[in-house]
């Protein structure tokens, strides 16, 4: 059922390709030099330079090698446009036809996301596949280091990439480009007028004193910390 919710959703098919290395958890090259980032899905960072790597890096990795390094897959859904390093966004299917990424979400290897103003066809499968892992306390779900931070925390300690932030909605403003909520130390979730009107109900005060959990990637800019968001799976009411 997963595999039929993933792929019949109008995602647009592309031809099969042959893998010749896996970068990590979600990001793989082609044979024809392409390197194409999983849609929907966000695995364990490797350690580059003075990083070290996250807990279950590796075998995300390993887990994506086994599945199809050397092999044949299938493209879905892909994006039009590339991300901002150049690689294509696409879902991934195995030579037997399974999604790739419902896998990794099973195993506990990574967490999903929606990311960018395009259809998130694939989000309810991605997110049920994540729930099992989730309930089970699997993989990152227990491992301390992917607990979520308080959003003053994540202000106070200079924290970047993926996260999982916590926090109570102090109060709300409106920006010409996004509605923006305010949490513990003005970490600041930004929502698109275009992602609200897109997939939100109701109107952004509704959260107005309400503890949330916002999960993406934290940006850090002109002395402001916070997180895009673009999808309400991705800011849960606790």
Known sequence: MLFLCACTNGAAESDGARVKQVIDGDTIVLQNGDTVRFLGINTPELGHGEFTDEPLANPARQFVSRRIKGREVRLAGERERRDRYGRR??????PDGENLAVELLEQGLGFATAVGDEPFDYLDAYLQAESSARTADKGVWGETFFSPLSAKTAVDMHHRGYRRIRGTVKRVSRSRNNQTLHLEGDFRV???????????SGTPQHYEGQSVEVRGWIFKSHGVTGMKVYHPAMLERL
Do not use: M, P, V
């Not at 966004?89 to 195995?94: G, N, Q």
């Not at 930004?190 to 939100?200: C, E, P, Q, T």
């Open 89 to 94: 966004l696409a879902e991934i299917y195995t």
């Open 190 to 200: 930004l929502i698109s007028h275009a992602a609200w009107d897109r997939h939100f």
